[in-house]
C-alpha cells in the first residue's frame, strides 16, 4: 500500500526557498544555494515510510515451535513530530510472544523504522507497532515501549533538555497478564527474568 505516490522534490525545494524568503534570508547566497535541494533530498529519505507499508517486513515468518517472549531492545530510530517537523529521536523495544511462527529480528528493526520515517507522533508511532505485530504474526501477545527526546521540546518551547517521553502498548497477553507484562518490562530495563 502506498500512500503519497512519489514524493514531489521540485515542490519541497520551491517551498523551502520561500521560508529562506520568509525568514529574512538570501537564498542566492553560496552558503544556502543548494540547502533547498539538500532538503529535499533529505525529506525524501525522511519521509521514504510514507511509500511503503511497513507491515511488508512481516510477510516471512518461520516455524519455530517457539513460543517465549521475543524481545528486540534498544531499536535505534529517527522520526519527525508532525507539529514542527523536528526531529524526535530515541530507542524502541519490541516484543512479543509467538505461537510457534517468529520473524527475523532485523524485520523488526525495519517496522520501526518504516513506521518512524513519516510525519508522526510518538504516541502513534508506538500503537502502529504493535498493531501490526498483533494483526501480522498473530501471537499471543505483543508490546512496544519506545523512549524518545523531541527537539521541538528541547531546543524551543519550554526548552527543556534532558526530558524524554516514554509510551507503550501492550496487546494480548501482554495487556491481560501482569507477569507478562512485567517480564517484558524488566527485559527492556535491562534485567534477567
Ligand atoms: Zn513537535
Given at each position: 500500500?502506498?500512500?503519497g ?10 517551498a523551502?526557498?520561500?521560508i529562506?524568503?520568509?525568514i529574512?534570508?538570501?537564498p542566492?547566497r553560496e ?5 533547498p535541494?539538500?532538503?529535499?533530498d533529505?525529506y525524501e ?6 511509500r511503503?507499508d511497513?507491515r ?7 516455524d ?5 517472549m ?6 535505534p ?16 523495544h519490541?516484543?512479543?510472544i509467538?505461537?510457534?511462527?517468529i ?16 510525519p508522526q ?5 508506538t500503537?502502529?507497532?504493535a498493531d501490526a505485530l498483533?494483526?501480522?504474526l498473530?501471537?499471543?501477545g505483543?508490546?512496544v ?6 527537539t521541538?521540546m528541547?531546543?524551543?518551547g519550554?526548552e527543556k533538555?534532558?526530558?524524554s517521553?516514554v509510551?507503550s ?12 507484562r ?10 534477567r527474568?
Amino acid at each position: 500500500m502506498s500512500r503519497g505516490g512519489e514524493i514531489d522534490k521540485p515542490r519541497i525545494a520551491a517551498a523551502v526557498r520561500e521560508i529562506l524568503l520568509a525568514i529574512g534570508e538570501d537564498p542566492d547566497r553560496e552558503g544556502l544555494q543548494r540547502t533547498p535541494s539538500r532538503i529535499a533530498d533529505a525529506y525524501e529519505e525522511l519521509f521514504a515510510g510514507l511509500r511503503e507499508d511497513p507491515r511488508h517486513h512481516l510477510n516471512a515468518t518461520f516455524d519455530e515451535g517457539h513460543k517465549e517472549m521475543v524481545v528486540l531492545r534498544d531499536i535505534p530510530f529517527a522520526s519527525l513530530c508532525e507539529h514542527h517537523l523536528l526531529p524526535f529521536t530515541g530507542f524502541a523495544h519490541v516484543g512479543y510472544i509467538p505461537r510457534g511462527r517468529i520473524v527475523g529480528l532485523s524485520k523488526l528493526a525495519r517496522l520501526v523504522e518504516g513506521y518512524a520515517r513519516r510525519p508522526q507522533v510518538q504516541e502513534r508511532l508506538t500503537s502502529e507497532i504493535a498493531d501490526a505485530l498483533l494483526e501480522e504474526l498473530n501471537p499471543d501477545g505483543c508490546g512496544v515501549i519506545i523512549d524518545a527526546v523531541h527537539t521541538c521540546m528541547t531546543i524551543r518551547g519550554v526548552e527543556k533538555p534532558g526530558a524524554s517521553m516514554v509510551t507503550s502498548a501492550m496487546r494480548g497477553g501482554f495487556r491481560n497478564r501482569p507477569e507478562t507484562r512485567a517480564e517484558f518490562i524488566a527485559i527492556v530495563r535491562g534485567g534477567r527474568t
